[in-house]
């Protein structure tokens, strides 16, 4: 496991806290106001995704491991809704924001 405190990007350190304490306008604070994000490759509405599987289920992020950059995780995501699954996380970051993130199962 990887303390979030060690998480190397800022940006994604923020964003991982955010979802962590299930606080919606922290989490909002670390994207840009036009963030996107994907579901194993698939776009989807970035608001509703996050309410259905973030902040109604209290999701929890444990990071496993981390890329040199900080952009991509490995992580047991755990929500009352599903369990704890082994996932993926690539973030997109400019200018300390995150502006994309990608999730998905880990193979």
């Known amino acids: 496991m990887i303390e979030t405190s060690q998480l190397v990007d800022p940006a994604v350190r923020a964003f991982v806290e955010a ?3 299930n606080n919606k306008a922290a989490l909002d604070a670390t994207m ?5 994000m994907s579901d ?14 973030v902040f109604d289920p209290h999701g929890r992020m444990v990071v496993t491991n981390q ?4 952009h991509d995780l ?3 995501y755990t929500n009352e ?12 970051v400019a200018d300390g924001f995150v502006t994309h993130f990608d999730t998905g199962q880990a193979g």
């Open 19 to 21: 979802l962590n304490a």
């Open 32 to 36: 840009t106001a036009d963030a996107t």
């Open 40 to 53: 194993d490759g698939t776009p989807r509405v970035l608001g509703e995704w996050l309410q259905r599987e």
């Open 67 to 70: 890329s040199a950059d900080g």
């Open 74 to 76: 490995l992580v047991d």
């Open 81 to 92: 809704q599903w369990g704890t699954m082994k996932t993926r996380w690539h973030f997109e």
